[in-house]
T-cell receptor, first 112, second 116 residues
Framework: NAGVTQTPKFQVLKTGQSMTLQCAQDMNHEYMSWYRQDPGMGLRLIHYSVGAGITDQGEVPNGYNVSRSTTEDFPLRLLSAAPSQTSVYFC???????????FGSGTRLTVV | AQSVTQLDSQVPVFEEAPVELRCNYSSSVSVYLFWYVQYPNQGLQLLLKYLSGSTLVKGINGFEAEFNKSQTSFHLRKPSVHISDTAEYFCAVTTPAGGGADGLTFGKGTHLIIQP
């Protein structure tokens, strides 16, 4: 099915470990973004990209890196995981000239 | 920068009763407004959106919302709720494409609890 695919769905990390959360879309959307969802906080923007090779920081970028080498993929990297990064992460995309964002099903990350 | 305030963190309602979930926003430029629904352990699904034009917007599952520019509000309503409407509801705002940083600014969410 077309849409935004996130992997893995669940992950447990130890403090200090690194990992990459994957996000891929097959709708040829230019815009992609990462959010984290914490209880009582809603969703907060981590990083976003307006096209291949272009990324920028959102509201809560510290501790996360991104890159956008292709239109389809927008991975989120945690270089040294911390318990404060325990959260549910959502990837979203939209097409240029439209306002409709499509969300992935999320990755639940626990850092112990 | 924009901000969104959802005035109620939790709203209990009896089945078949009407409901209103409140949302206020703040922005120095024109905005697009959205309501999303999140069912337990799932992603976000778009209920409806306001871009321009008619201030009354109809969405899926019988929901509607009214944009009020003078009150900077975008309240969500449903005339008769069902058990299946139990979920978390998020109000969100963004600026029109090209108006600044991309991405949505979300409120903290309202948990709608339907009581039989």
């Amino acid at each position: 099915n077309a849409g935004v695919t996130q992997t893995p769905k669940f992950q447990v990390l130890k403090t200090g470990q690194s990992m990459t959360l994957q996000c891929a879309q097959d709708m040829n959307h230019e815009y992609m973004s990462w959010y984290r969802q914490d209880p009582g906080m809603g969703l907060r923007l981590i990083h976003y990209s307006v096209g291949a090779g272009i990324t920028d920081q959102g509201e809560v970028p510290n501790g996360y890196n991104v890159s956008r080498s292709t239109t389809e993929d927008f991975p989120l990297r945690l270089l040294s995981a911390a318990p404060s990064q325990t959260s549910v992460y959502f990837c979203a995309s939209r097409q240029t000239g439209t306002s409709g964002y499509t969300f992935g099903s999320g990755t639940r990350l626990t850092v112990v | 920068a924009q901000s969104v305030t959802q005035l109620d963190s939790q709203v209990p309602v009896f089945e078949e009763a009407p409901v209103e979930l409140r949302c206020n926003y703040s922005s120095s430029v024109s905005v697009y407004l959205f309501w999303y629904v999140q069912y337990p352990n799932q992603g976000l699904q778009l209920l409806l959106k306001y871009l321009s034009g008619s201030t009354l917007v109809k969405g899926i599952n019988g929901f509607e919302a009214e944009f009020n520019k003078s009150q900077t509000s975008f309240h969500l309503r449903k005339p008769s709720v069902h058990i299946s409407d139990t979920a978390e509801y998020f109000c969100a705002v963004t600026t029109p494409a090209g108006g600044g940083a991309d991405g949505l600014t979300f409120g903290k969410g309202t948990h709608l609890i339907i009581q039989p």
